[in-house]
């Protein structure tokens, strides 16, 4: 097998002496291990390191924008969010739980996107994508089968290592880590999936599965190895700000339509580009704000929690948001 590439390579390279920590057994269905979200935290932490910061996307930067529905929108789904004009909060992220991460290194893929949409009462509407049309495997519990084996795979590793013999059985997952895009010319402009399925249910009670994407009005544009060369370590950082305040950014909020054909409980199979596209509006960011830790640290998404109107279609966004309030908590 080649030797690791991405991210996966500095998790190894970085986190070996993590392996102790981490705890052993295979993966089990969602249902029957209640631990599962807080065992996946521990396994991020085995796998990049405790820095008391979000246990994967770990940098970032925030913004604020505005949400504009779309007369589709409003037909597909009765949700709130889709009734009128909200505002936003976005975050977007490099990968690992790195908060030092270079933005230059491929390790930093795929890129995140995490929007928060303020509705009526208080209310809110998360949404958590990255720049990968796909996740590397099916379930939570085979998540954390993968982030343990990464530690234990390093190059001193007696072959094959516990990351040759996951891949064997989960070729997927090898192509989400040798697959990835290069480093984008800016957060703005990389398109965003959200790998996880939804149920829109519309007035009558109709439903409709789909998966998120989010496509980059300024268009994609990634570097090559010489441009790449010249960016610094914070290159997505520091770009993004000035370029809102030059101009607003934008991204066209779609939903992919399920056929009967598509598996809704399978992130790791990227849906059929032939699939039908509904534009459920556009969003546009518009100002940036004040980037503090205290910030970073107060900001919680939790993709889990739908509005009337969406429903959950994979069960692995339920592990998802019991995850999130535990690396919340530790990071306080």
């Known amino acids: 097998m080649p030797a690791?590439?991405?991210?996966?390579?500095?998790?190894?390279?970085?986190?070996?002496?993590?392996?102790?920590?981490?705890?052993?057994?295979t993966a089990m269905a969602e249902t029957d291990k209640p631990d599962l979200p807080a065992q996946l935290v521990k396994d991020f932490h085995g796998a990049f390191g405790n820095h008391h910061a979000r246990a994967v996307h770990a940098k970032g930067v925030i913004l604020e924008g505005r949400f504009e529905p779309s007369p589709d929108a409003q037909v597909a789904s009765k949700a709130e969010v889709f009734t009128g004009n909200r505002r936003v909060s976005v975050r977007f992220s490099d990968f690992t739980g790195l908060p030092d991460i270079p933005d230059t290194s491929g390790d930093a893929n795929p890129r995140g996107l995490?929007?928060?949409?303020?509705?009526?009462?208080?209310?809110?509407y998360d949404i958590v994508a990255h720049s990968f049309n796909g996740f590397p495997v099916a379930t939570a519990a085979e998540f954390s089968t993968l982030?343990?084996?990464?530690?234990?795979?390093?190059?001193?590793?007696?072959k094959p290592t516990a990351l040759d013999r996951f891949f064997a059985d989960h070729p997927r997952a090898q192509a989400f880590f040798t697959t990835q895009k290069p480093p984008p010319e800016s957060f703005a402009t990389t398109a965003y999936f959200g790998v996880n399925?939804?149920?829109?249910?519309?007035?009558?009670?109709?439903?409709?599965?789909?998966?998120?994407?989010?496509?980059?009005?300024?268009?994609?544009?990634h570097l090559e190895s010489?441009?790449?060369?010249?960016?610094?370590?914070?290159?997505l950082v520091d770009e993004i700000g000035p370029r809102v305040a030059a101009h607003p950014i934008t991204f066209m909020w779609q939903a992919q339509i399920a056929e009967p054909a598509d598996r809704a409980d399978d992130p790791s199979m990227a849906w059929p580009e032939t699939r039908r596209l509904i534009t459920l509006g556009v969003i546009t960011i518009d100002k940036a704000v004040e980037n503090t830790p205290e910030r970073d640290r107060a900001l919680l998404f939790m993709p889990g929690d739908v509005p009337p109107?969406?429903?959950?279609?994979?069960?692995?966004?339920?592990v998802r948001n019991a995850a999130y309030p535990v690396s919340f908590g530790e990071r306080q």
């Open 226 to 235: 010489d441009a790449l060369k010249t960016r610094s370590a914070s290159y």
């Open 147 to 158: 982030l343990q084996a990464l530690p234990l795979s390093g190059p001193d590793a007696a």
């Open 197 to 221: 399925a939804f149920t829109f249910t519309d007035a009558t009670g109709r439903p409709l599965t789909v998966r998120y994407r989010f496509v980059p009005g300024a268009g994609e544009h």
């Open 114 to 124: 995490a929007i928060k949409f303020d509705l009526p009462d208080g209310a809110t």
């Open 4 to 25: 690791p590439q991405g991210w996966m390579a500095a998790a190894i390279l970085t986190s070996a002496q993590a392996a102790g920590i981490l705890l052993g057994g």
């Open 309 to 318: 109107g969406i429903g959950i279609a994979d069960p692995m966004l339920a």
